[in-house]
């Protein structure tokens, strides 16, 4: 990786850390409603994963999806007015934090309902193959839905019709509250698709370097016509499941450690020293984020609620 890929990793990231700290910020004052789950931490999974792919490459994912949205190119502006349901938000205000969609970005939600997306990932990859595309479609999803039944259903579906898929699970530990060592038997869940004979790979979610690594291998797979690909991605969030979780089923001191001694943008800055980027060009980098963010923040307090009329659009109705 050059020190220039390296730069604009680090800039993605931490693009992602600061506006999730800026949508806690405005969910403490009540501007943003309903639910809102960070990805504070699980940077470097989305950033890695989305170097390795090209143009054309769908992305879907569950409800902790902000970072993935601005890792695969949205503009925070409008990700922000729609977690602050103001109508120059992506869905124009009425979808919120887990139903964000973009064409344009190949970003297919953000989904509330646990281990949907991964069926539907399924779907955007038989697409590809249908149009005899080599593009890729990427499927996100946490260690808290990689026991639901559709999951497995997918796997098959996948491997039956050796569809570009690559799924991965973002394992942070805890699900909804519960750790995985108490709500799933399966103690190496890079291996839960080894019934259909998929490729897999255990992976250092919070090494970019290592995330990057892998991402480059599964689209390789993908694209040469090889099948699906599981990558297990073991990452961790500082954050409760949402921001109405307190997190009480863990020790402070645990996130603490980790914060201390495997931040992902910690690291990064490292390397980056390490490749001779001084500490100018990451202070230039931190003050254009910081621009961007509170520049997104601005334009959702002061963009419009959607007027009562778009309670009628966007809505199939049958004739």
Sequence with gaps: ???????????????????????????????????????????????????????????????????HMLA???????????????????????????????????FYGGHGIVGAQVALGAGLAFANKYRGTDEVAVTYFGEGASSQGQVFESFNL???????????????RYGMGTSIERSSASRDLSRNAEPWGIASRKVDGMDLFAVHDAAVEAVAHCRAGKGPYLLEMETYRYRGHSMSDPAKYRQRA?????????????????????????DDALAAIETEVKAVVTDSATFAQESPEPDPSELWTDILVEA
Aim: proline residues 3%; glycine residues 12%; contains cysteine.
């Design 254 to 278: 645990e996130v603490d450690e980790m914060r201390r001694t495997r931040d992902p943008i910690d690291a990064l800055r490292r390397e980056l020293a390490r490749a001779g980027v001084d």
């Design 158 to 172: 996948a491997a039956l019709h050796k569809l570009p898929c690559i799924f991965v699970i973002e394992n942070n």
């Design 1 to 67: 990786m050059t020190p220039e890929l390296m730069k604009q990793a680090f800039r993605d990231m931490l693009l992602i850390r600061r506006f999730e700290e800026k949508a806690g910020q405005l969910y403490g004052m009540g501007l943003i409603g309903g639910f809102c789950h960070l990805y504070i931490g699980q940077e470097a999974v989305v950033v890695g994963m989305q170097l390795a792919m090209k143009p054309g490459d769908k992305v879907i994912t569950s409800y902790r999806d902000h970072g």
């Design 72 to 106: 695969a190119g949205m503009e925070a502006r409008g990700v922000m007015a729609e977690l602050t349901g103001r109508s120059g938000g992506y869905s124009r205000g009425k979808g919120g934090s887990m139903h964000m969609f973009s064409r344009e970005k190949n």
